[in-house]
C-alpha cells in the first residue's frame, strides 16, 4: 500500500484504534458492481487476531438481507475497501479556507466473507450486538441465524488516521 503522505496524522497505536472502532456506529463498506462503485454504510462488531510478529488482523462483521443490491456485490466480489470515521470538531480559522476538521479514521481493505457455520454466525452477530448495545441480553435461535446473512471482512491492510484539534 502506498504510505500516508502526513506520516505525522497516521495512527499506529492498536489501542487507539481499538477506541475508534469502539466509539464508532457504522462503517462505511465499499465495492463494485455490475452498476458500477458502491459503498453502504453498516453496523459491526470486530475483533482482533493476533499475527505473531506481525500487525494484528482486523475482522469485521456484518449482517445483511439475503436479497438485494449488497447481498449481490458481496457474492459477485470479494475484495472491498471500508472507512469508518470520527468527528472530533470543526477547526476555526481566521477566513474561510483556514477552516478545517479535526477527526480521526480508520480505513482499509480486505476480503469479504459470507459466514455459513452457525457458530460462527452467532459470534459475529454476538460481537455485532455487544458493539452496538452492551447491555442487551444476546441469544439467537438457529431459526434467526438460517434467516440472517453474516458477513465477515478479513482486512488485509489498514490504517488509522487523525486531525487533531488546534490548541
Not at 477547526?91 to 460462527?120: P, V
Request: with cysteine.
Amino acid at each position: 500500500m502506498r504510505a500516508m503522505r502526513r506520516e505525522k496524522r497516521e495512527i499506529t497505536d492498536i489501542s487507539a484504534l481499538k477506541e475508534i472502532l469502539d466509539t464508532c456506529r457504522v462503517v462505511r463498506i465499499g465495492t463494485l458492481d455490475e452498476e458500477g462503485v458502491y459503498i453502504v454504510p453498516v453496523n459491526y462488531g470486530y475483533e482482533w487476531e493476533e499475527a505473531p510478529g506481525e500487525k494484528p488482523v482486523l475482522k469485521l462483521y456484518i449482517h445483511s438481507a439475503k436479497e438485494g443490491r449488497k447481498a449481490d456485490a458481496f457474492a459477485r466480489r470479494q475484495e472491498v475497501s471500508f472507512e469508518l470515521d470520527k468527528e472530533v470538531g470543526v477547526i476555526r480559522g481566521d477566513y474561510s479556507c483556514s477552516y478545517s476538521f479535526a477527526f480521526q479514521s480508520i480505513m482499509g481493505q480486505g476480503n469479504i466473507r459470507k459466514l455459513s457455520d452457525l457458530e460462527e454466525k452467532k459470534r459475529g452477530l454476538t460481537l455485532l450486538m455487544e458493539h452496538m448495545e452492551p447491555r442487551c441480553s444476546i441469544s439467537f435461535t438457529d431459526e434467526m441465524l438460517a434467516a440472517a446473512d453474516v458477513y465477515c471482512i478479513e482486512a488485509s491492510w489498514y490504517t488509522g488516521k487523525e486531525r487533531r484539534p488546534a490548541l
